[in-house]
């Protein structure tokens, strides 16, 4: 006796997301193991790299468990290898976490960025989607630990070093002007992304008095005392 033409429907219905899941589970299996015999080759980066577009994906997706399996190996790989010691891999964990609905873990890995990795961002530390720790008042306190590291409210401390004409540029000879200092690497792709609207920002207000200073050096501005 053949099965009515709407068990059939039904029971399609009901095997292609169960298949989907199979073969989604798969490919990540097979991106991890791949990223395993990468590393384990001596191309860190290169692992590095496929989990993290894998790892993008899983987090565009929703799928967090996906997303916090990934960026945990991320975490391990960097740790191991000592390839990249980034605040970041903080936030994908602590993002995976949030996106899981364990917030307790997602505070402690947040936590991690600014007091283990001087992470200083507060755009990124204050909003989504680590706005939903806003009532917790650890959260509140790694904003603070974040402003006082950047040295916001304080004087900056004076600095100098040299341009690529030669000339030196110090900081003091700046009074009265509007100083932006842009921390940034060449092989950071926001940082490239970001000098075209620099220099739109520089040419609107630069007869008004503003300097953008680009340096690849790393240093506190923040005065001493």
């Not at 000879?173 to 926001?190: E, Y």
């Not at 940082?191 to 008095?209: H, Q």
Request: include cysteine; proline fraction near 4%; aromatic fraction near 8%.
């Amino acid at each position: 006796m053949a099965a009515p033409k709407g068990w059939v429907l039904l029971l399609a219905a009901l095997l292609i997301p169960a298949g989907c899941a199979k073969s989604g589970a798969q490919r990540l299996a097979k991106v991890r193991r791949d990223a395993e015999a990468l590393a384990r080759a001596g191309k860190a980066e290169e692992a590095l790299a496929l989990l993290d577009e894998a790892q993008f994906q899983a987090l565009k997706a929703g799928r967090f468990q996906d997303d916090l399996e990934l960026s945990l190996q991320i975490e391990t790989l960097s740790q191991a290898t000592s390839a990249r010691n980034s605040p970041w891999n903080c936030l994908k964990i602590a993002e995976a976490y949030l996106g899981l609905g364990d917030k307790a873990k997602g505070l402690e890995w947040l936590e991690r960025s600014v007091y283990e990795r001087d992470f200083m961002n507060l755009e990124v530390l204050a909003g989504p989607p680590f706005s939903a720790l806003r009532d917790d008042p650890r959260h509140g306190k790694l904003l603070a630990a974040a402003r006082d590291r950047i040295g916001l409210g304080r004087e900056a401390k004076d600095f100098q070093f040299p341009l690529l004409d030669g000339t030196m540029f110090r900081l003091a000879d700046q009074k009265g002007k509007v100083v932006l200092v842009d921390f940034w690497d060449v092989k950071c792709p926001p940082c490239r992304k970001e000098m075209p609207r620099l220099k739109v920002m520089f040419d609107e207000f630069r007869d008004r008095g503003l300097v953008i200073v680009n340096s690849a050096q790393g240093f506190s501005l923040a005065s001493d005392g």
